[in-house]
């Protein structure tokens, strides 16, 4: 028996940005379903190692390519991930940040509109930048700062969101757009700032915790099983969704409460300190995923205890 969307034929499927966090667990569950996948990485933050084991698959293929360079080749469907997601990633080069975003929707839609395929866009919580409004609506149009250091991630995505659109009615590309929150679990990279894996690694190591500001500010965490469960049903949505869509998990912690979580689940006795709150940071973020349920018929089912229990079973077996 074929699972959900699976066909009875290998599909070819391209995964940009196939080599990190996201994209190679994306990578396991279409090969899992049968599919064929071109991963195409440029190897910044992503690691050939996150997709070792899938060398050897007959139905996987790596390709080292920037995609803000054009591509030439034969799929069937298109997962667009490439874009440093991290901020101390995305910061680090952000004028090839917003390229990547940019160039790189350009180039996946002019691919998509050749070969008549339908291309998904991993956009992001992002693009709502520091709400004024509370869960987060896909109709909301955002607060974001156009000239700040978050900008290039933030405005990228934005202005990728808009090509899609705009590829959608005038060339009539069947696009699919997933807002994606924060989003957890095993291969985040250890050293890539994000507060899931500084935490673990902290924790672990028996080093200070580093809290931001007060700890008050609040995220929602997505295990990334659950996430990539919710992209493979909106690629496998019919030609008249395009999103946007919140991909999610709606439970909302503080930070300061996510730090006492990574501390029982380790054992750790590392002490809490406090670090400058980064500039633009957002001061809360909640997904509204009514959409997700009623459209993709979608949500999260791995609670933040159980995902973290996971993740640092990851981290301890690489640290
Ligand atoms: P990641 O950094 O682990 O993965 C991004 C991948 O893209 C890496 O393998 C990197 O090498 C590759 N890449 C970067 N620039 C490229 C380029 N120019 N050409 C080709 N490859 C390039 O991050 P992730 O967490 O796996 O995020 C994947 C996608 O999901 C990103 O588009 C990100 O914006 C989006 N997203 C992630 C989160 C999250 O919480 N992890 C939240 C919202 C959106
Ligand atoms: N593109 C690509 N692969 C393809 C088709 C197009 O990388 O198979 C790139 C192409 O280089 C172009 C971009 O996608 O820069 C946008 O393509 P589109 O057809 O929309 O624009 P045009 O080629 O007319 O500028
Ligand atoms: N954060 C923190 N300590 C850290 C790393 C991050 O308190 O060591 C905070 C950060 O200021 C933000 C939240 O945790 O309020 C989430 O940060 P992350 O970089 O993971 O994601 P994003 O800000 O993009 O949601």
Redesign the pocket.
Known sequence: MTERGAKAFPERVLV?????????HLCDRLIARGQEVLC????????RQ?VAHLLDDRRFELMR????FPLFVEVDRIF???????PV?YQFDPV?TT??SVV?AVNMLGLAKRLKVPVLQ?????VYGDPTVHPQTEDYWGNVNPIGPRSC?DEG?RCAETLFFDYWRQHKVSIKVV??????GP???PA?G?VVSNFIVQALRGEPITLYGDGSQTRSF?YVDDLVEGMLAMMDTGAAVTGPVNLGNPGEFTMRELAELVKELTGSRSELVHRPLPQDDPRQRKPDISQAKAVLDWEPKVPLRDGLERTIAYFKSIL
Not at 18 to 24: Q, R, W
Not at 65 to 68: G, L, P, R
């Open positions: 940009t940005g196939g080599g990190g966090f996201i994209g190679s195409v990485d440029n190897f910044f933050t992503g690691r996150n390519h920037d995609v803000t667009n991930l490439a874009c440093p997601a991290s990633h090839q390229k990547t790189g991993a956009s992001t919580s992002e991630y995505k807002r994606i929150f924060n989003t957890y291969r985040m990279h890539d994000r997505c």
